[in-house]
Each structure stands twice: as structure tokens, then as C-alpha cells.
């Protein structure tokens, strides 16, 4: 079955420091991951997503993630933080093995000091 | 945005009572989905739908029905609220892999 482990809960970075958000997964076939952002009693706004192809994958809002498929990885990098990032994320796996469903990593609360 | 709307946005209810959340969208998406979200779980999956009339169950399905009578809505009902059931419910539709939400439903079951 699939599944996702976000291991950080929170994690407290520094405006204008960088930022990486681990995710890891498990797959039976080829996946499809994607990088989700929730600000504070809003719905989730797609970041990024991987299908196939180059492994880094750039989205919205300056953030990247790289897929390593030997890793089982999917991490979201942003170079520079700003106080607006400040959100929770969630990275998913789904693909087509699997009913074109989503599973969801518990999330990774994002706090940004000035 | 994928032109979704919730309702009630906001929903106290006593235990023992039934509960409807609708889902509308504009897009014409055949793929829909229900979802709850509980802190430290993220999201999890309680009914899809794959068209009018189709639908299946998710991870955490048991006390919700759905029903899809048209393709811009998606019903997820409670039959009998229970507090353990005390979440936001988001709903969302597929395009091409990607989904996406509508703004969420607070229910409170007391």
C-alpha cells in the first residue's frame, strides 16, 4: 500500500534563511508526488508536482523539490524564506496502480522568524 | 481555483443527528473527492467519485455516505454525527492527476 512519512512536524527557520521539507514515500510502481501548502484556515494550493522526466521539478513561490527514486524522497527546497511561508505542508503519492486516489503525509508545520 | 465551493463553511451539531455537507463545482471534473483532516493524520480519503452515480470508499469510510446525483455536486452525509467525527472536511476535484480543494467545512459534533 502506499504511504507517506513527513518526518519534521514543525520545523522553525530563520526569514531568509533556506529551507528543506523531507518527505519520503512508499510506492508499488512509478509515482506521482506532489507538494501542498495550507495557510491557516484556507484550503490546500498545489506547490509542485512530479510526473516523470527531470527529477527536480520547480513550482510556484520560489520552491523546488528533487524526486530520488533510490531514496524513496521528494523534498521541497526553498533557497531564501520569507515570513509569508509560513504554512503547513503536505507531500502526496498517488498514481494510476492505484485508483487515481492521493495519500497524504501528516503535514510540516512551517514557522518563519523575523 | 478549480471553481469549488462548500457549504455550510461552519456546522455545530448534537450527536445522534444527521449531517450533509455539499460539494459544487464549476469545473465539470468527473473525478471528486471527500476528505477529512485531523491534526497529526494530514488528510485522509472517506468516499470518491469517479461519475454521476460511481463512487467508492477510502481509507476512513465507515459512518459517511455519499451520493452523486449530477456532476457538479458531491453529498457526504453523516447519518448519525458522532464526536469522533469532529473534523474539517475538505472536498476536491481531478484534473490530470492533480486535485484540487475547495475551502473546507469546520463540523463540530457535541
Known amino acids: 500500500a502506499q504511504s507517506v512519512t513527513q518526518p519534521d512536524i514543525h520545523i522553525t527557520v530563520s526569514e531568509g534563511a533556506s529551507l528543506e521539507l523531507r518527505c519520503n514515500y512508499s510506492?508499488?510502481?512509478?509515482?506521482?508526488l506532489f507538494w501542498y501548502v495550507q495557510s491557516p484556515g484556507q484550503g490546500l494550493q498545489l506547490l509542485l508536482k512530479?510526473?516523470?522526466?527531470?527529477?527536480l521539478v520547480q513550482g510556484i513561490k520560489g520552491f523546488e523539490a528533487e524526486f530520488k527514486r533510490s531514496q524513496s524522497s521528494f523534498n521541497l527546497r526553498k533557497p531564501s524564506v520569507h515570513w509569508s511561508d509560513a504554512a503547513e505542508y503536505f507531500c502526496?503519492?498517488?498514481?494510476?496502480?492505484?485508483?487515481?486516489?492521493?495519500?497524504f503525509g501528516a503535514g510540516t508545520i512551517l514557522r518563519v522568524k523575523s | 481555483d478549480a471553481g469549488i465551493t462548500q457549504s455550510p463553511r461552519h456546522k455545530v451539531t448534537e450527536t445522534g443527528t444527521p449531517v450533509t455537507l455539499r460539494c459544487h463545482q464549476t469545473?465539470?471534473?468527473?473525478?471528486m473527492y471527500w476528505y477529512r483532516q485531523d491534526p497529526g493524520h494530514g488528510l485522509r480519503l472517506i468516499h470518491y467519485?469517479?461519475?454521476?452515480?460511481?463512487?467508492d470508499k477510502g481509507e476512513v469510510s465507515d459512518g459517511y455516505s455519499v451520493s452523486r446525483s449530477k456532476t457538479e455536486d458531491f453529498l457526504l452525509t453523516l447519518e448519525s454525527a458522532t464526536s469522533s467525527q469532529t473534523s474539517v472536511y475538505f472536498c476536491?476535484?481531478?484534473?490530470?492527476?492533480?486535485?484540487?480543494f475547495g475551502p473546507g467545512t469546520r463540523l463540530t459534533v457535541t
Open positions: 476536491a476535484t481531478r484534473a490530470s492527476y492533480e486535485q484540487y
Open positions: 510506492y508499488g510502481a512509478t509515482p506521482y
Open positions: 512530479y510526473f516523470s522526466g527531470d527529477t
Open positions: 502526496a503519492v498517488g498514481g494510476m496502480e492505484y485508483g487515481n486516489k492521493l495519500v
Open positions: 469545473e465539470n471534473h468527473r473525478y
Open positions: 467519485s469517479y461519475g454521476v452515480k460511481d463512487t
